[in-house]
């Protein structure tokens, strides 16, 4: 057995604990004869079996870990953006990001610089968060409808007013007919919705958006602010209940 041997049983088990003790004991195997992007790829099995339990910390370290080494950068630095976003760590989460954008291919850099603008958008940086966004949209192709869709939220969120946003109605009509308009888009388009007054469609995609993910280990660490603001919003367009009836 070989470090890529037990790289290839840590990547084919469906356990992601399984998925670690083969990546250590990779890593253990010769670990002087180990070349750096096995050893990255190894470490990340045990980054994932990490936020698969929610150890975050645990997971950052190993992250920290795969940077040093100084290969794979694109993947080492999203894997350290996404541990430090599950923490709340929202600038050194954009700073990784934005690191990994400059060292992926271009076809996705877009991803890298919309999870940037993310992170950004987070700790309150608005402005930042939209210079973010606009690279997103520059380099997106099947993806700009997502950037642009988040960039109104991203300004609603500033301060200025619906009505100011010109093409919203545009936008959400965009997002709501692209594919990336599942998923995270889901919960992009439900804030929209309820920022425009259509609740019933803000209930139906924030509730959509929650109920993918709450129940997925990875999903529920790495999208947990996404997740606690639709339920949030979730609770506030509740109906008031009933007065009690007058004896």
């Known amino acids: 057995m070989t470090a890529d041997d037990y790289l290839r049983l840590a990547l084919h088990t469906g356990s992601p604990d399984a998925a670690a003790v083969y990546a250590e004991k990779g890593l253990r195997f010769a670990s ?50 996404r541990a430090c976003m599950a923490l709340g760590w929202w600038q050194r989460a954009a700073q990784a990001y934005r690191i990994a954008a400059r060292n992926a291919p271009a076809s996705r850099r877009a991803l890298h610089w919309f999870s940037a603008g993310i992170a950004l958008h987070h700790d ?17 192709i099947g993806t700009r409808p997502l950037h642009r869709a988040y960039e109104a939220v991203v300004r609603l ?3 200025e007013e619906v009505d100011s946003i010109t093409d919203l109605a545009e936008r959400m009509t965009d997002l709501e007919a692209a594919r990336c308009g599942e998923g995270f888009g889901r919960y992009v388009l439900g804030l929209l919705c309820a920022e425009t007054g259509d609740l019933a469609g803000a209930r139906r995609n924030l509730a959509a958006f929650v109920r993918r993910n709450r129940a997925d280990p990875m999903r529920a660490v790495t999208l947990a602010h996404a997740l606690r603001r639709a339920r949030r919003c979730l609770r506030a367009m509740r109906p008031a209940p009933l007065p009690p009836p007058v004896s």
Request: glycine share 8%.
């Open 157 to 159: 969120d500033a301060g």
């Open 32 to 81: 002087d004869r180990v070349d750096a992007e096995t050893r990255v790829l190894l470490l990340r099995e045990i980054y994932r079996s990490h936020l698969f339990a929610r150890r975050v910390r645990s997971a950052h370290a190993v992250a920290r870990k795969m940077v040093r080494l100084g290969v794979a950068q694109e993947i080492a630095h999203v894997d350290l953006g």
């Open 124 to 140: 309150g940086r608005f402005d930042e968060a939209l210079g973010a966004l606009e690279r997103a949209v520059r380099w997106s």
